[in-house]
């Protein structure tokens, strides 16, 4: 008879190393995002064709270069595969990032744990840009290689180097912003298009511009800083605008996300005609800029869904009848949303003219043809809001709604002009006026006409194109329409009123 074995000794667990294991004070959900990035192929095919290529192709440039170019190759070379993969390759990532969690049903239950929804969105971004980060990181030998050719203007190519990793991180924020939005033209097309222009952009820059980034990163030239810091700006309010509208998508409808967008907007806004102010900005570019600004915000804030609930208004009830004029512009919700419009139009177009006061401007002249472009991208925002509100109410009127107006506006616009040009009268086209980005359609017909009617052989046409009418044209299409939204507006604030009564009664019911 065989006597059984000895049973082995237990022994304890192996202890894990400190740096083997993600600290408990990082979100579970960027770790999570984390392992599971570093793990997917595409992160890994990235990394590794990144190596690759660079090894082959700077061994290549080098041969085959002149111990001048050299150095010039290879810098070349390094910024075009690295922008490549952290501006184009890796945002894409980010496409399904928010829309997977809602299609396998998963964002209630994080929402129901200690995961707010800013949260899970941060989550998903800084597991993107980290992976951004290591590959930044593993370029660093070859920027050692180009030291030794000499000629290396190093603040200027570390600073180009880490505006093109902010530029990675700005087009991820809005890669993973939009992965909330259902429709897969918005989610998906939308971000594809930016890629392919975004590409073409780095192409022509590293090949006819690369000399003239390098100069600008030097901050050698007047204004350079300023201008950097305004874009660094910009980008960083683009990347949160994004991240904001992922997160209030899938935020629950007690969380208020939309007062401190606003709040922020309107400090950005206000910083920025500061900024410009003391670094005396071309007055015809800080609109545009301003533009920019208020663009996303009355985009967003114009089809957010009415959905008030009482704890919203009570922080707001505390102040009075000054929190209820508060809560007007900064409610969730599309009709303060358009009251909150209408004050951002206002302090973009007073900063725009307090910059022209303090600049020394003549007055408060601008050109026509600046206003002209200023009221109808002004008119492509307002017009889409106002169609919106006009769809019947079984139509959700969502933010994805809202862009595809803005497009078909856009492609009508196209669509006249490649009529305009294979027909002999093209003046059928003032009858399209109302609609914004015809307008601009209509500053070229009234160039074109007025040259035209210039005698032969003169020396030079007297005075200047007429843009007035087209000019009234534009102030007209925008009040109208910013007071057909105001007039919906106007017609739901019985029901915010409604909201505030209730919370003023829960709140005096309290013990």
């Given at each position: 008879m065989s006597t059984p074995a000895p049973a082995a000794a237990a022994t304890p667990p192996p202890v894990a190393h400190p740096l083997d294991e993600f600290s408990d004070r990082i979100s579970p959900m960027l770790v999570k995002e984390l392992r599971q990035g570093l793990r997917a192929k595409t992160f890994v095919i990235v990394f590794l064709a990144l190596q690759a290529m660079l090894a082959v192709v700077l061994l290549a440039a080098i041969g085959a270069s002149s111990s001048e170019?050299?150095?010039?190759?290879?810098?070349?070379?390094?910024?075009?595969?690295?922008?490549?993969?952290?501006?184009?390759?890796?945002?894409?990532?980010?496409?399904?990032?928010?829309?997977?969690?809602?299609?396998?049903?998963?964002?209630?239950?994080?929402?129901?744990?200690?995961?707010?929804?800013?949260?899970?969105?941060?989550?998903?971004?800084?597991?993107?840009v980290s992976q951004s980060a290591l590959l930044l990181t593993a370029i660093a030998p070859y920027l050692i290689l180009r030291y030794f050719f000499g000629r290396m203007n190093l603040f200027a190519e570390l600073n180009l180097l880490l505006l093109i990793f902010l530029a990675s991180a700005l087009f991820t924020a809005i890669t993973v912003g939009l992965s909330a939005i259902p429709s897969i033209l918005i989610r998906g097309l939308l971000p594809l298009v930016m890629a392919l222009y975004i590409g073409a952009g780095i192409f022509a820059a590293s090949d006819d511009y690369f000399g003239d980034l390098i100069e600008f990163c030097a901050l050698q030239e007047d204004g350079s800083g300023w201008a950097l810091l305004a874009g660094l700006v910009t980008a960083a309010y683009f990347g949160w605008s994004s991240l904001a509208l992922g997160a209030s998508m899938i935020a629950p409808m007690a969380e208020n996300h939309s007062t401190v967008r606003r709040l922020l907007t309107l400090a950005v806004v206000a910083g920025f005609a500061v900024i410009a102010t003391v670094a005396n900005f071309d007055r015809e570019a800080i609109g545009p800029v301003l533009l920019l600004f208020c663009a996303p915000a009355i985009a967003i804030a114009v089809t957010e869904p009415l959905q008030l609930l009482p704890p919203i208004c009570r922080p707001f009830l505390r102040f009075g009848a000054a929190g209820k004029l508060a809560g007007r512009f900064l409610y969730p919700g599309w009709p303060s949303g358009i009251l909150f419009s209408g004050l951002l139009i206002a302090l973009g177009v007073g900063a725009v003219l307090l910059h022209l006061r303090a600049g020394g401007g003549p007055g408060w002249a601008f050109d026509d043809k600046f206003v002209i472009l200023m009221l109808g991208a002004l008119g492509t925002l307002l017009l889409p809001g106002l169609l919106i509100r006009l769809m019947p109410r079984r139509i959700p009127r969502t933010f994805s709604l809202f862009l595809l107006f803005a497009g078909i506006l856009i492609g009508t616009a196209i669509g006249l002009s490649i009529v305009a040009e294979e027909v002999e009268n093209d003046s059928f086209m003032w009858a399209f006026a109302w609609i914004p980005p015809v307008q601009f359609n209509l500053m070229d017909l009234i160039y074109r006409d007025y040259y035209d009617s210039v005698a032969p052989g003169a020396t030079g046409p007297p005075g200047s194109p007429d843009y007035q009418p087209l000019v009234l044209t534009g102030i007209a299409t925008c009040s109208i329409y910013y007071l057909g939204m105001l007039l919906f507006a106007l017609r739901n604030f019985r029901s915010i009123r409604e909201v505030e009564e209730e919370a003023a009664t829960i709140t005096r019911s309290a013990p």
């Open positions: 170019d050299a150095g010039r190759s290879v810098s070349t070379i390094i910024f075009l595969f690295f922008s490549l993969a952290v501006v184009i390759v890796q945002p894409l990532r980010g496409i399904g990032a928010l829309h997977n969690e809602i299609k396998g049903n998963t964002i209630d239950l994080m929402v129901l744990t200690r995961l707010g929804a800013w949260r899970i969105v941060l989550g998903k971004w800084v597991s993107i």
